[in-house]
């Protein structure tokens, strides 16, 4: 009796033994107190008990064992979800930390760990073995004096990068004698830059003192590997000053929108919660102590906030992980982050990048233009022909019958095309690397040139391609070092070439140069390539260049521009003197360096336009077009020039053949920003092509207007985008349209993009697996995204919804039913059930069915497929939303109230009975609840019902203390739970049949 309130009922029962007994009310005993029953008791016999008697114990704990399980279980599973993670992570840097190393010392060569290394030290690196901290390239166990680098791991690129030590230690007799020597480095301040180093080598104690320029070729940045040789280097940067570290952004803890959702759902429920514990303390009129009322009645419906919510969602999102993982359809999909797999369901905007994503980044030479003529792929046997005439016809030697013009054409011909071949073979930083084959070892194919054993290694895959077609058309590089090269003739003639000085190809210069001299004749020669917006202000005039180079794109070709120019042995001397001195400027080195390779680049011989085609992954297209017709909206964020990235974007279907296109022009000014996009907005439905350079500025003036005008087209195209703006457009579409986006690379210049979007998904490609590995979803193949939306990400979210809107109306109803029962009895603060009851009705009695709803859907996953216009009735968020989410708490009250009124006016003289009456009848409406929820049995959910049945049934003989077993055998307890469940459900059927009859679904119509 609480705070001496009467709890009478309103509608007093019959007694069932004549009389009652004073001091104790009804309820006591459907409480789960059981029948009161008179007692003899024996002196001294406590062994001679007629029944069984509660142990002499008071108990004022809130929490048993049993009950506080629900409530630990929640933050068990999130700690050790949390936990596991760090571990792992824990003992990768473990393993990583403790990875031993050689360290020259005076001692000698002694064994140190990673985590040991300082700056200073000598580290000797094996190779296959992991750089430890950035240093600078000393010396290499090559006899070609340089080494290569895989760098996947840094920049996402698979191609090998060539590395030359510092020429002053190479040449040094023993390793050992590095530290008889007096020298340091200067070396810049640790930056982000991975692509470009600024340093010195000096040599105090030479005669004279030695001084060696130090850039980006000199160095092993950490997480590198050393493929060839054994290199020894200083150490410059260690731990948070690596490169590697500067250049990995913490990511963002991503929490799904549906959890947020959830979350705000849950609010409103802690709100209920709280007016209704007022509402029952108002209406004892605050009487007494009415502010612990208000505590001891936010205890007793605090039903209403489900705790088990939060653990059956994590465990269905790694349900779904776990059927995503094991789909045979997109095998080698891996789940990162099974934290947010119904993201996937609710995507708008996808953002892809281009080479390697949606191209395979495997390049095939497909054009070679020389102004006046052109040779594509079914005349390359000319080419060949003419290649091989250049090495075996002497230059004077003509056919007698020729007329002398066409001698002289064909000539030219002939030489042009040959110059322009050399020039190919010539202009990269291509090296061929011979492997043993199980028939000839390494050292003979690299003596012999075996073509079998050879591999180029670049690191670029157009460069490689170009060298590949050259050694397709007769002319072959078969041999590189450090300062030489060998390019075999149709013939078999080796010709050898000096490598006086290389410029590497840089995303600011866009181009690369190589000067040369021929062994055989002694002419030196300046060859470069480069994208056509640079190399047209370097080559002599012309006509022909920009309108072939525009042509080419628009097949979506590669394109290149080569030229040459000859040096005489005085003008070479000269450059190398200003170049030298150039490179060893500490300050402005990057301007003082291009200043005087600009005073070469002028005038320049143009030789040739090369074209390479970047082929499509395999259904790029039925996959956009899914995409499309699932409601997506597809932008393209690329590194590529305009027109290869629009002619892509055609050929993919990104951009349908009968859409407009408006590209954007160049600006640079607030003015020409305004002009440009006021045409723009006068154009409707129309695909969007947009330099970066340009989109710095819109998005520098004109945010906000550019955004809303970008968002309404059906497809847009940036290009020449730095990683950096990739993100920055993400994060843009985020805050703008408060839709989901998705980000899908492969490299490592796609991983910001793919942290910042709600969806990162990463393709493991040519560029190696750091777009991949920093993912939330990893697949092999493009095509496989249009599964991963279509099917598990549909089927996550609809599932989701399902379960966290049965969760909350399995509580809401036996908290409505506790709600009753406490106005009944003039709203005392007294719980409807105790003990067991309460944790077996959320766990074993309802768990199994309700969370067999993981294993739902609506529809097959091929009729997903065909028919994407399913997914985007999932984009307005409808599966879970207030109005659901109402009707949902509207079913709980009618329920609720319906079994524990039926139980009250249904009990007649057997007021203990109410408990097993009510009871049953909510375990058995749960039950037919999830069968009207389901949509396509499973199996295990026809097994899951009968478990959970059964096992209520089986717990009966030990409840004996909550309800009475010899009444839940009568006919009368049956008819009862009969007619209360069937008030309860049978209205919720009738319904569901009328919707499915006059408004059906959208689904419907397929499943039939």
Known sequence: ?????????????????????????????????????????????????????????????????????????????TIMREAVEEIR??????????????????????????????????????????????????RTS??????????????????????????????????????????????????????????TFTREDGDPPVNESLSIENTLWASTVVASGTVVGVVIYTGKELRSVMNTSNPRHKVGLFDLEVNCLTKILFGALVVVSLVMVALQHFAGRWYLQIFRFLLLFSHIVPISLRVNLDMGKMVFSWMIKKDSKIPGTVVRASTIPEQLGRISYLLTDKTGTLTQNEMVFRRLHLGTVAYGMDSMDEVQSHVFSAYTQPTHDAPASRAPAATKVRKSIISRVHEAVKAIALVHNVTPVYESNGVTDQAEAEQHYEDTCRVYQASSPDEVSLVQWTESVGLTL?????????????TGQILNFTILQIFPFTYESKRMGIIVRDESTGEITFYMKGADVVMAGIVQYNDWLEEECGNMAREGLRVLVVSKKSLTEEQYQDFEARYVQAKLSVHDRSLKVATVIESLEMEMELLCLTGVEDQLQTDVRPTLEILRNAGIKVWMLTGDKLETATCTAKNAHLITRNQDIHIFRPVTTRGEAHLELNAFRRKHDCALVISGDSLEVCLKYYEYEFMELACQCPAVVCCRCTPTQKAQIVRLLQERTGKLTCAVGDGGNDVSMIQEADCGVGVEGKEGKQASLAADFSVTQFKHLGRLLMVHGRNSYKRSAALSQFVIHRSLCISTMQAVFSSVFYFASVPLYQGFLIIGYSTIYTMFPVFSLVLDKDVKSEVAMLYPELYKDLLKGRPLSFKTFLIWVLISIYQGSIIMYGALLLFESEFVHIVAISFTSLILTELLMVALTIQTWHWLMIVGELLSLACYVASLVFLHEFIDVYFIATVSFLWKVTVITLVSCLPLYILKYLRRRFSPPNYSKLTS
């Open 142 to 199: 090559e006899r070609n004096g340089s080494c290569f680098l895989r760098t996947d791991q840094l920049d996402g690129e698979t191609d090998w990068k060539l590395r030359l030590p510092v020429a002053c230690t190479q040449r040094l007799p023993t390793a050992a004698d590095l530290l008889q020597i007096r020298s340091y480095v200067y070396a810049e301040e640790p930056n982000i830059d991975i692509h470009n180093f600024i340093g």
């Open 89 to 138: 992570c824990y003992l990768r840097d473990k393993e990583v930390n403790s990875q031993i190393y050689s360290k020259l010392s005076t001692r000698g060569t002694v064994k140190v760990k990673s985590s040991g290394i300082q700056v200073g030290d000598l580290i000797i690196v094996e190779k296959n073995q992991r750089v430890p901290a950035d240093m600078i390239f000393l």
């Open 1 to 77: 009796m609480t705070d001496n309130i009467p709890l009478q009922p309103v509608r007093r029962p019959k007694r069932h033994d004549g009389k009652h007994r004073n001091g104790c009310c009804p309820w006591s005993r459907c409480c789960g107190m059981g029948d009161f029953r008179p007692r003899t008791v024996w002196l001294g016999h406590p062994e001679k008990r007629e029944q069984r008697y509660p142990r002499n114990v008071i108990n004022n704990q809130k929490y048993n064992f049993f009950t506080f399980l629900p409530g630990g279980l929640v933050l068990i599973i």
């Open 478 to 490: 078969v041999g590189r070092d450090q300062s030489s090269m060998q390019l075999r003739t149709p």
